[in-house]
Every structure is written in structure tokens, then in C-alpha cells.
């Protein structure tokens, strides 16, 4: 089933990389139309900043739930490399757990704060509270889904893999 499910996937992961990538293309040409007008034209604008700050916010979190994949993660190789396979799990399913009682515990609060918010909007582009922070909901979700899969698969699946230094890289 999870062979069917593989190139869906990654035009699903493609499609996310290109829509960060039209996000950050916007934040861009916001930035700079907020220099022309600001100091060319002397017209400063608020609504160029306001874009910058809320595609700034999507590009972080919709990256972190969708497109930024486990390997990229921030975690300390120093500690991880240097334990074996059985440690590396109970490591995984340690910190698994652990993320997924912090963001469950706050999910109903934070829940809550969004749709209350939905009394407030920009001061600029007038957008929603609610809607613009709805993109944290999504990352909770997809935060615990994720972590409840790498749990499992460190629990039931293969043993993680060996950790090589000469592999680590930045992500490219």
C-alpha cells in the first residue's frame, strides 16, 4: 500500500516545495516594493511589510510540516552518531514521545486562541487572525502525525541507520 502511495507523495512534496518558493518569491518582490516606495518615493507603505510578516510565518510552518523531511531536522549528531542502533530508537521514541505530550497537551488551548482570534485582523491587508495563524493548527497536526509515525517506525520498523559524518550536510 505505501508503494502506491509513494508517487503521490512526492508530487504532493513537489507541489509544497513550489509553493514555499512562490511564497518566498512574493516576500521578495514585497520587500522590494516596500524600498522603492519607501525611499525612492518617499510613500512609505505598511501592507509590503504586513505581506512580508504573514508569508514569513506560512513559509516556516507549512515548510516545517510538509516539505522539511526528517534527515534536515536540527538534532545533536554528536550524541546521536556516537550510540548504537538501540540507543538511537529509544532515543527517537523518547523524543517522539515527548513532542507529541507537549503539542497534545497545548493542542485544545491553542485551538482555542485561534478561533478566538478570528475577532482581530491585520491593520493593512485586514486578513483574519484566525485564518492567518490557522497554518500553526496544520503544524501541530502534521507535527504529531509525523511523530507518531517515526515512534512507530522506530519501535516496529528497521533499525535506524548508521550515522556518517562524511553524509551530514545542510539540507542541499
Known amino acids: ?89 529509544v532515543m527517537t521514541v523518547v523524543s517522539a514521545a515527548a513532542l507529541i505530550t507537549i503539542y497534545g497537551y497545548s493542542f485544545p488551548a491553542v485551538f482555542d486562541y485561534v478561533t478566538f482570534m478570528k475577532v482581530e485582523s491585520t491593520a493593512y491587508l485586514k486578513i483574519r487572525f484566525d485564518w492567518l495563524f490557522s497554518i500553526y493548527i496544520v503544524f501541530v497536526v502534521a507535527t504529531i502525525a509525523r511523530y507518531l509515525w517515526l515512534a512507530w517506525q522506530a519501535l516496529k520498523g528497521p533499525a535506524p541507520e548508521d550515522f556518517d559524518p562524511t553524509k551530514a550536510s545542510s539540507g542541499v
Not at 509513494?6 to 513550489?18: D, F, K, V
Request: aromatic residues 16%; proline residues 2%; positive net charge.
Open 1 to 89: 500500500m505505501l508503494e502506491r502511495a509513494r508517487p503521490i507523495a512526492g508530487w504532493l512534496y513537489r507541489r509544497g516545495e513550489n509553493l514555499i518558493a512562490i511564497m518566498i518569491g512574493v516576500m521578495f518582490c514585497a520587500f522590494l516594493l516596500q524600498v522603492l516606495f519607501r525611499y525612492m518615493l518617499n510613500w512609505p507603505t505598511g501592507w509590503s511589510n504586513e505581506l512580508t510578516v504573514v508569508l514569513w510565518i506560512w513559509v516556516v510552518l507549512f515548510g516545517a510540516a510538509f516539505v522539511v523531511r526528517e534527515e534536515e531536522e536540527i538534532r545533536f549528531d554528536l550524541v546521536y552518531g556516537a550510540v548504537g542502533q538501540r540507543a538511537r530508537r
